[in-house]
């Protein structure tokens, strides 16, 4: 089938996030929302099979709660009318309501009314928390509330807690939910992801629930695209058992399938991350350990999301030797990356190299980030048949140009340096040109160009004798010296505008 090029896309900062809307590309590819909502739900559900089956049901029992609600808010209203014709004294009249109160508040999240924005807090809180209590996971569910706009009728909130959580933007409009970027929504849920990756470095995905008066609509933030979900109603049962799913899946579903990263774990006991290093070379994984605040975090999740720490391998130890990059690297279909060479290769070809008037990074180990047993990668989030769908990028000048997916890599150098910026006039030069002179010996040694040399990648330390020496890092935009000649244009040209 050909794709579709008609893909709306959310500009932030520099990077291109694509974002697949069932309004703007499924009139000519309709299989792209039968393949995301069926996705969506299979790989938010638990692996462990018996697992899956306690899920399922409690699915079912939120939705019949859901259903009970409604069917309560009919009956309520039935009721109040009967008592008005009968003109119920007025004493009794409020007591009635008092008592009705929390059950409207529930229901009319799952109804088509809309809201009152002054309301919308805890309409939302009384709708979630009775479809929490319908059945019992196996973590604590809860709800907590930020980001609240009386004056657009909208408001942020996190079901769960941590890496794992599921994210969500409540409004009290429908319609919201059914045009989410007539509405901005959908730039309200980029923000979101943002605040929420920053001070959770652990996270690989972010699951989002956008949730309107008897709408729902659930969408997967990755590193270069956010999927959406066709939008459903809670009035009808497909709906209300897409709304049970989702939270279920909140409290039975195992963490990494929601977004979190296994190999990173915070740890409450000895107030450090631990955090899994696979050598590649090896063979081996390595357990090093961080400060609670990552040394670099990168302002935005989308595009390669990196992350550094100072670490150390020892959980006691205060000294921090080495420095854990964290990042998404992009594969890019057609170019031979045996020649452009990763971050990781290129330290590797590097080896033991000295330089008299200068620093060379030094490799501890680094490699692949395994999840579940397997190289972890955006690929295998929603499958094959939605990737299909969804590698995309615009080159200068140029058309849509497919590229496969982003791999998770992580690697530990040394030494921790300082930055320049730390430094007075004199040392930073002295660091400067001593890293241009270290620089010289790289492409002299693996013919590998930087470019991106800039004051955020040259670090100072001091040598053996005290004396202030430079070094440069971060060959994460690194691209051969000699580009081949059996390279096309347009790859020449992704070349530049993807590293």
């Not at 900062?13 to 974002?19: E, F, K, L, P």
């Not at 004056?151 to 769960?160: I, V």
């Not at 680094?366 to 972890?376: H, L, N, Q, S, W």
């Amino acid at each position: 089938m050909k794709l579709s090029k008609k893909v709306l896309t959310v500009l932030h900062g520099a990077h291109r996030i694509d974002v697949f809307e069932d309004e703007s590309i499924l009139a000519k590819d309709q299989v792209h929302r039968d393949v995301v909502d069926r996705q969506l739900q299979k790989r938010m559900r638990p692996k462990d099979a018996q697992v899956k089956v306690l899920a399922d049901d409690a699915a079912r029992v939120a939705a019949e709660a859901i259903e009970r609600l409604i069917q309560g808010e009919q009956a309520r209203k039935e009721s109040a009318k009967k008592a008005q014709l009968r003109r119920t004294r007025l004493q009794t009249k409020k007591a009635s309501d008092r008592a009705a109160l929390p059950i409207s508040r529930a229901a009319l999240m799952f109804s088509e009314n809309k809201w009152d924005p002054a309301a919308a807090q805890d309409i939302v809180r009384a709708g979630m928390g009775a479809i929490i209590a319908s059945f019992q996971g196996q973590r604590p569910v809860g709800i907590a509330f930020s980001d609240i706009d009386v004056d657009h009728g909208t408001l942020a909130f996190e079901l769960g807690a941590g890496s794992s959580s599921i994210l969500g933007i409540a409004t009290c409009s429908a319609s919201d939910v059914e045009t989410p970027f007539a509405s901005r929504i959908m730039e309200r849920v980029v923000a979101k992801v943002n605040r929420h990756t920053q001070s959770h470095p652990d996270v690989r995905f972010k699951w989002v629930l956008i949730l309107g008066p008897g709408r729902v609509r659930v969408c997967l933030a990755e590193l270069d695209a956010v999927h959406l979900s066709a939008v459903q109603k809670t009035t009808e049962k497909v709906g209300r058992f897409l709304l049970g799913s989702i939270t279920a899946h909140a409290a039975f579903s195992e963490p990494w399938r929601l977004g979190s990263d296994p190999s990173m774990k915070w740890c409450d006991d000895i107030r450090r991350w631990r955090i899994e290093c696979y050598d590649s070379i090896a063979k081996r994984t390595q357990v090093f350990h961080a400060p609670r605040v990552p040394l670099f975090v990168l302002q935005s999740f989308f595009g390669r999301f990196t992350r550094c720490f100072r670490v150390s391998e020892m959980p006691d130890d205060e000294n921090f030797t080495y420095v854990l990059k964290d990042s998404w690297q992009l594969v890019t279909r057609g170019l031979d990356d045996s020649e452009l060479r990763d971050e990781i290769t290129v330290l590797t070809a590097l080896g033991t190299t000295k330089c008299k008037d200068g620093i060379v990074q030094r490799l501890e180990c680094g490699g692949t980030v395994m999840v579940d047993g397997e190289r972890d990668s955006t690929q295998p989030v929603l499958g094959d048949e939605v990737n299909s769908y969804n590698r995309w990028s615009r080159t200068h000048g140029s058309d849509f140009f497919a590229h496969e997916h982003r791999v998770h890599c992580r690697m530990v150098s040394g030494p921790v340096g300082t930055p320049l910026d730390k430094l007075c006039l004199q040392d930073a030069v002295t660091a400067v040109a001593s890293a241009m002179l270290a620089y010289a010996l790289v492409l002299k040694q693996i013919e590998v160009l930087h470019s991106d040399i800039s004051e955020g990648n040259i670090m100072a330390v001091r040598d053996e004798d005290g004396n202030i020496k430079g070094v440069l890092i971060d060959f994460a935009s690194k691209l051969p010296a000699y580009l081949p000649t059996s390279y096309s244009s347009k790859a020449k040209t992704s070349l530049y505008y993807l590293g």
